[in-house]
Structure formats: C-alpha cells, structure tokens
C-alpha cells in the first residue's frame, strides 16, 4: 500500500515527526524525515530510536541551500509535512534571530530549493500553533468581543492577570484573526503567509494545522524550553512540589500524541485541493495549569503544586479553541482523556527511566 506517496517531513525525527512516521511511514512509497537532530530536542545527535525502519532520515537544516539541493537532487516528494521549527516560546524573545531563521528563512530556503530542483510537490501540510492566536478573543459583559492583546509588563507585575470585566472565548479559524504574543507565534504565523502565497500562486494544496499543547511518550524529556506536561511529570516523579506561574489559573488545551496523529492521517487521507485549509487541533478541553499540576501530582502522590504568582513575558492567558469544524471537516475526534494520556505519558517516562540506568 503506497497511497502516500513520496513523503518529506522536515523536523521529521522530532516527537510529531516520529510519532506520525510511527503511524504513516508505511503507507508511503518513501517516507524521508530532513532533520538537523537540534541538541536542544535531541540529547544524543543519533537518529532516534522511535523513528521506524520504514522512515530514511537525512540530516540536514532546513536553512542550507546546499543540504536541501543534496536531498532533492534525487528526491521528488508529492507531498512535504514541514515541521521542522524552534518551538521555544520564552525562548523566541531571547533567541528572536534563531526562531526567525529556522521557522521563517529556513520555510523561505525550503520553497526556493523546490524552485531550484525544478519539482513542485502537490500537496503541503503545515504543522502550526495554537500561539498565531495570541489571547485570541474576550466577550465583555455587554456581548462585545475584544481582543485582550499583549499583557504588558506592569499589569503582570501588578497580579492583574485577566481583561478586567472580559472571558476568554475559544479560538476558531473561522472567527478569531490571528495575534500571536510572541515571536514563536510571530514566527508561525509568518510560516503560515509564507506557505500560503507560494502556494496559492501555484494552485497547490496547502493544510494547515493548529495544533494545541501537544503532549505525550516521546517528547523530548531534556529540553527545557518546551513540554509543560512532561517537565511537570519529571518534578512529580522526584518527589517535588511543581511550581505553576500566576495564579495557577492559566488555561490551555493538553491534547494527546495519539488524537494529533490521527488528526494529521484524516487530513491526508482526505484528497488535496487547490487553496489553503486551516483546522484547530486540540482536545476540545480547556484545563487549568493548577488543575494540569494537581493532576499529575495526585498519580505520583506527589506534594501539592504551589502557586507561584510569577509570570513570564509573553505567556498567553487562555488558550483553547473550538474543534467542532475539524471534527466536521476531517471526520476526526480525539479520544484521549487527560488523565488517560497522563498515565501513558508517566508509564513512558518510568520506562525510559528504567532504560537508562540498564
Ligand atoms: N509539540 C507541540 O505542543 C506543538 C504545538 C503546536 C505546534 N507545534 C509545531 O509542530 C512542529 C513539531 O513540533 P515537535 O513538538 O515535534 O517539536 P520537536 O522539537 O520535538 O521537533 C522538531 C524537530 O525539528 C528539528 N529541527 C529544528 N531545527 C531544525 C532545522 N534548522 N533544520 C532541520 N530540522 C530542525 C529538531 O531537531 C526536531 O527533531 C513544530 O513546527 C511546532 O512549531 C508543536
């Protein structure tokens, strides 16, 4: 069965890349993953052991000319999943030159090899985020919609944490016009437009999808930029009291590996058309850090999280958003529940755990 194709996934040894050539890679003709095995994701610079032997991995940046010119001299893919990114959302405001050369130029390097090597592929899929929303959109009292913008410094110094008199309203694709809070999310909004005019002037298919705090087996457990859940689960695990940031009431949606990945196989399953498709990615599920920390703690009985009341620049209030139209759209669901996947992603971590000190 080779329905797929010819498959280029950039940042394919990551912990979606992975787990998507876990599910898919045998249903390509060829499954190829472009990496750079980044030390911050990857501990050990060796392909990882949870890519399958169906997947070639070639290790190359996804912002050399001359590492994607090696790849397609002899590389036609139909279809390119691009995830390879810098994911750290703290982190961009530090490292801003590094998030824009990896997630903006390096997506620019990828359109201009494909130009150079004379092959167009069909098909696109973009793994995006949840942050090209930014606080997304308030309801005051009254029934209006604001949006809340970029909390400033002094309005966190001074605990004031949500849009006085204001809720937070799901984001939608349909609805909510992007504000990312931060150059991660200023960065994959950038992927987005960029993917989205080249695309569009070729009469390609281009997905985009949004996807919500993944978690999960396989995340990377050393990088500490990125993996709320999986930072949390490794304090637990020791013994120690986690630490959530504000008033521990921070929401965002935990949605599992698994349900991302039979997202991402719906989407290809379906036929590519011509234009540019966006779908919200989640569980559906709006959880609060507090309730996320509680949770995790009371599986490893663990002392109870501690509300810290500090904060971090550009960390966005609320993020959730409506799946209904993916459900609709892509014949999908998540099936995961939090606590299920917490328990599958602590099994994971015992087990790596057990592994190292063999
Ligand atoms: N995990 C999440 O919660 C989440 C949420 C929203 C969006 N996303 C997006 O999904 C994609 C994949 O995320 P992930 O969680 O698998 O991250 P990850 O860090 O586990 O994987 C990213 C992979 O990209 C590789 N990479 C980094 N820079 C590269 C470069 N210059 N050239 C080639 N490869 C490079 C890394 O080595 C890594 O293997 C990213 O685009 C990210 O923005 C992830």
Redo the contacts with the bound molecule.
Sequence with gaps: MNQLGDVLV????????CALAQSLAASARRWVA?????PQ??AVARRPDALPAEAELVV????SASDWDALLADFRPETVI??????GTAQSFSEATRHTA??VV?TAAMLDAFTRSGHVPDRFVL?????VYGEGDWRTASGEIVKAGVRSRRQLENGEWDLPGATAVPSSVATTVPAPTNVYGAT?LAQEHLLDVWCGARDLSLDILR?????GPG??LT?PY??IVSLFSRLARAGKAISVYEDGQIVRDFVYIDDVVSAFAADLRGEPAVGVRRYDVGSGVATTILELATEIARYHDAPAPVVSGEFRDGDVRFAACDILPTEIALDWAPEWSLRDGIGSLQAWIAGQAVAETA
């Design positions: 950039t940042g394919g040894a990551g912990f979606i890349g472009l990496d750079s095995l980044h994701v990857h190359g940046d996804v912002t691009h995830l390879a990114a810098e994911t990896v997630n390096g793994s995006s985020s949840r942050a994959k996807l919500q705090n993944v978690y995340q990377s990088n990125t993996g």
